[in-house]
């Protein structure tokens, strides 16, 4: 059963930079395209973020060129780097592959407010 863990979310004031991080048990990111997904209040969860074997970006318009992916295939562990943190950005942030898995952690939940 594949299980994952965020961690590293709260609360920041808008302009601050924040990483977090995803492990994951029953799948190693090595062989898969992992992904950060995000779920803005009231909307439905949206892709931003995957990697394979080199970072790419999905361009998710309000955070393009802001949020960066980023993985050790030794901790199995991915991450993502948030810069210059806007309102707009406050979401509860997933991790998962990319096509997702039906199975979900509980995220972790970032927010962006003065």
């Known amino acids: 059963q594949v299980q994952f863990v965020e961690s590293g979310g709260g609360w920041v004031q808008p302009g601050a930079s924040l990483r977090i991080s995803c492990t994951a048990s029953?799948?190693?990111?090595?062989?898969?395209?992992v992904a950060w997904y995000r779920q803005i209040p009231g909307k439905e969860r949206e892709l931003v973020a995957w990697?394979?074997?080199?970072?790419?970006?999905y361009d998710v318009t309000s955070a393009k060129g802001r949020l960066t992916i980023s993985k050790d295939d030794t901790k199995n562990t991915v991450y993502l780097s948030m810069n210059n943190l806007k309102p707009e950005d406050t979401a509860v942030y997933y991790c998962?592959?990319?096509?997702?898995?039906?199975?979900w952690g509980e995220g972790t939940r970032v927010t962006v407010s003065s």
């Open positions: 990697t394979t074997d080199y970072s790419m970006t």
């Open positions: 029953g799948i190693s990111f090595s062989d898969v395209t």
């Open positions: 998962n592959k990319w096509p997702p898995l039906d199975s």
